[in-house]
């Protein structure tokens, strides 16, 4: 196993304790993601794919891979493929939201002390509130 993946993993599951890894290390299932309420997204929540690229964390994350099924206000969401071209391993269809880092991407070998998966995901949120 990848020591720096492992470790990215120890850290994201003290947040997100369900989360999932395919035996490959390439992608991670956050499941039951919870999206902002009031906002107009017909999920409450849902599953949710984020991939450790090949050449991570020199290369950073990218996109946020969902249910193709996602709405908001009835709409498919902006910057968003129906059917992501890179699909999860996991079951189901997948789309993906365009999403990236915010700011520079600077990951350092503390994986704490620099940018991270974690971040990235944390991100979300931010993407999930702007709707559309």
């Known amino acids: 196993m990848n020591e720096r993946i492992q470790k990215e993993i120890e850290l994201l599951k003290k947040y997100f304790p369900d989360l999932k890894i395919d035996e490959n290390q390439k992608w991670i299932l956050l499941p039951n993601y919870q999206l902002p309420e009031g906002m107009g997204w017909n999920k409450d929540s849902m ?77 979300f949120k931010e993407r999930f509130k702007e709707g559309q």
């Open 47 to 123: 599953d949710i794919c984020v991939e450790f690229r090949k050449g991570y964390p020199g290369i950073p994350p990218y996109g946020i891979y969902v249910s193709a099924d996602l709405r908001y206000n009835g709409e498919p969401p902006k910057n968003w493929q129906p059917k992501a071209k890179n699909q999860p391993s996991f079951p189901g269809d997948w789309a993906i939201i365009s999403w990236a880092p915010d700011g520079k991407w600077e990951p350092k070998s503390d994986v704490v002390k620099g940018s991270n998966m974690l971040n990235f995901v944390l991100s």
